[in-house]
């Protein structure tokens, strides 16, 4: 198990295919609490499982489950927490989208935000998803798309904490 606390900033890139699990501490909830990555196969390709773990001594509690887009394997580009009252913890995911023949090349990136609520239901506890934060993200391509270069402004968790500043998040 890999283990990285930086603060109320957490991240890196990239969950390789080949990589059944990963691990690693947040800031969220209490000092204790890790991220769990899990490879899932999937009739339609691989998709990844997030978990919350040491939080609650009866095991994990359900993050989401990021699925493969056109066969392609999400990527978890970066993980965060931020915010006083409540923390949100912030996950940002890519699939790339590469279609040389039509003049397309990039990636498809979407932020997902959750709040430090726990719904029940279901065989394990779930994190409550803040998706109304999430929308405000929306969904973006960023590299060349059928000839014309796009841009997504939240590929990382800079950008992302510089729009919450914008908004007014604290």
């Given amino acids: 198990m890999f283990v990285l ?3 109320l900033t957490f991240f890196w890139s ?3 295919n080949a990589i ?3 691990s690693y501490r947040i800031p969220f909830f209490n000092d204790r609490a890790s991220i769990e990555f899990r490879s899932e196969r999937r009739e339609d390709g691989d998709g990844v499982r997030a978990y919350l773990t040491g ?3 009866t095991g994990s509690i359900f993050v989401d489950l990021y699925e493969a887009e056109g066969g392609v394997t999400p990527e978890i580009k970066s993980v965060f927490v931020t915010g ?3 923390k949100k913890l912030f996950i940002i995911v890519a699939w790339a989208a590469d279609n ?3 003049g397309t090349g990039g990636s498809v990136y979407q932020v ?3 709040d430090e609520r726990i719904e029940q239901g279901g065989p394990l506890p779930k994190l409550k998803q803040d998706t109304g934060l999430s929308n405000r993200f929306g969904v973006g391509f960023d590299g060349t798309r059928e000839g014309q270069l796009l841009i997504y402004r939240y590929k990382n968790a800079s950008a992302v904490k510089r729009q919450l500043f914008e908004w ?3």
Avoid: A, D, H, T
């Fill in 5 to 7: 606390n930086l603060g």
């Fill in 14 to 16: 990239g969950l390789s």
């Fill in 20 to 22: 059944e699990q990963l």
């Fill in 55 to 57: 939080i609650r001594e």
């Fill in 84 to 86: 006083k009252n409540p």
């Fill in 100 to 102: 040389p023949s039509i």
């Fill in 112 to 114: 997902f935000v959750y």
């Fill in 168 to 170: 007014g998040y604290k």
